[in-house]
């Protein structure tokens, strides 16, 4: 079975600081996604990353860098949290064809 | 922007009977690929069912089945026989351009005993 296991289920941060969001996927996936999960919104994609060292913009990128050194590993980061960026963040990994596995989630809180 | 909607945000269905969930999409692309995942409460999204837009019969998976209609861009999910298990959210998405999945707004179904 793919497993996808993110860094912390719930973390609460205040306004300003760093924020390392971290995913790691046990498959040897190519691909690797970070989402935001809002009510009514579904999920919208920040970024994704096709390989090591890659990385795609997604909808909504602003605020967000991504860090992919590692295949197995993706990183998202917040370089200056704000309130507007609580959210459910999910991360997912994907071969091909578009099958995506997802992460349990991380419920971020900005103060 | 290519979107995909599903017009229900909240279902629900008694345990034993069958319920449907709608989604429609309009990708204009050729080739795709459509998906139903599940969100159970405090719980990993997973996979429920996918259909490659080449393939003209429905997919099916245990209780979980869909009516794909191609010309009309619609792909609802069926679940039939429901359990108290299939309370989640269930998201519609579609996939194209090998890398771009699309989901809709969720719908929140709720199966009472």
């Known amino acids: 079975d793919v497993k996808v296991t993110q860094s912390s289920r719930y973390l609460v941060k205040r306004t300003g600081e760093k924020v390392f969001l971290e995913c790691v996927q046990d498959m040897d996936h190519e691909n690797m996604f970070w989402y935001r999960q809002d009510p009514g919104l579904g999920l919208r994609l920040i970024y994704f990353?096709?390989?090591?060292?890659?990385?795609e913009k997604g909808d909504i990128p602003e605020g967000y860098s991504v860090s992919r050194e590692k295949k197995e590993r993706f990183s998202l980061i917040l370089e200056s949290a704000s309130t507007n960026q609580t959210s459910m963040y999910l991360c997912?990994?994907?071969?091909?064809?578009?099958?995506?596995?997802f992460g349990p989630g991380t419920r971020l809180t900005v103060l | 922007a290519q979107t995909v909607t599903q017009s229900q945000p909240e279902m629900s269905v008694q345990e034993a009977e069958t319920v449907t969930l709608s989604c429609t999409y309009d990708?204009?692309?050729?080739?795709?690929?459509l998906f139903w995942y599940k969100q159970p409460p405090s719980r990993q999204m997973i996979l429920v069912i996918r259909?490659?837009?080449?393939?003209?019969q429905n997919a099916t998976e245990n209780r979980f089945s869909v009516n794909f209609q191609k010309a009309a861009k619609s792909f609802s999910l069926k679940i039939s026989d429901s359990q108290l298990g299939d309370t989640a959210m269930y998201f519609c998405a579609d996939f194209y351009n090998n890398n771009d999945m699309r989901f809709g707004a969720g719908t929140r179904l709720t199966v009472k005993p």
């Open positions: 997912a990994s994907s071969i091909n064809l578009g099958t995506q596995y």
């Open positions: 990353s096709y390989d090591v060292k890659m990385k």
């Open positions: 259909q490659e837009a080449y393939k003209q």
């Open positions: 990708t204009s692309e050729n080739n795709y690929y």
